[in-house]
């Protein structure tokens, strides 16, 4: 036991390596905000897009939607970091790994505010039109309030799990946690920075995840 706790939790390394681990929390903390912002506003308009835009738009949301969700996020990482730059584009590592987890983020968050706007009765739309109420204002006032109360538990859930895939960042060396954890254990000798990230990992998601259990169970019991 002496032995797992030298090599698993040294407290002695844990407390020089915490400045970095603070750091790199700072950094996945900002990158899950910055992506879940940007990607979700993205995944509505492309959402409005597919449902209410002409054909040719309709096709593009269409395509966007099959091919960010059939795509690794690693993969869409690789390429906007290491292949952009043959083409003239060169985006920094934050740039780089907010554009690549917003862009396959905006894909799931188009399929699951679709789903909620699909499941409003057309009534609701043809009664709104009757009164002479324009597309947009349907949209804003009647049809997304609605939607919102349906897709926000499966939203929050694909938050969660935008916010560990930041995790891969570190392949295009961005300090966040991760990044800055196997930094710290390649300069420590020891596994330590690597439990201690896991632990604040578990810190900053875990009230994520009841938050998700809560939204699931209130929409189940406001349905009932």
């Excluded at 750091?23 to 597919?50: E, F, K, M, P, Y």
């Excluded at 996020?73 to 690789?78: E, M, R, Y």
């Excluded at 929050?156 to 935008?162: D, K, L």
């Amino acid at each position: 036991m002496p032995g797992f706790v030298e090599t698993f939790l040294n407290a002695e390394v844990f407390v020089r390596i915490f400045p970095m681990l603070l750091r790199g929390v700072g950094n996945t903390i900002l990158l899950a905000l910055t992506t879940i912002t940007l990607g979700g506003l993205a995944g509505v308009l492309i959402c409005l897009a597919r449902l209410y835009g002409p054909r040719p738009v309709r096709m593009l949301a269409v395509l966007h939607v099959d091919v960010f969700r059939a795509l690794p996020i690693l993969v869409v990482l690789v390429l906007i970091y290491y292949a952009l730059p043959f083409v003239g584009i060169r985006l920094n590592a934050f740039t780089s790994a907010t554009l690549a987890l917003g862009l396959v983020f905006s894909a799931f968050t188009a399929e699951v505010f679709r789903a909620g706007i699909q499941s409003i009765p057309d009534g609701q739309t043809e009664a709104a039109k009757a009164l002479g109420m324009p597309f947009w204002a349907i949209i804003y006032k009647i049809i997304l309030p609605q939607a919102f109360r349906v897709a926000i538990p499966p939203h929050t859930s694909n938050s969660v799990a935008i916010a560990k895939d930041t995790s891969l960042a570190s392949v295009v060396a961005m300090p966040d946690l991760l990044k800055q954890a196997t930094d710290a254990q390649a300069l420590t000798a020891n596994p330590t920075p690597l439990i201690a990230a896991a632990i604040m990992y578990l810190i900053v998601l875990w009230p994520a995840v009841r938050l998700v259990s809560y939204l699931e169970e209130r929409f189940r019991t406001v349905k009932r």
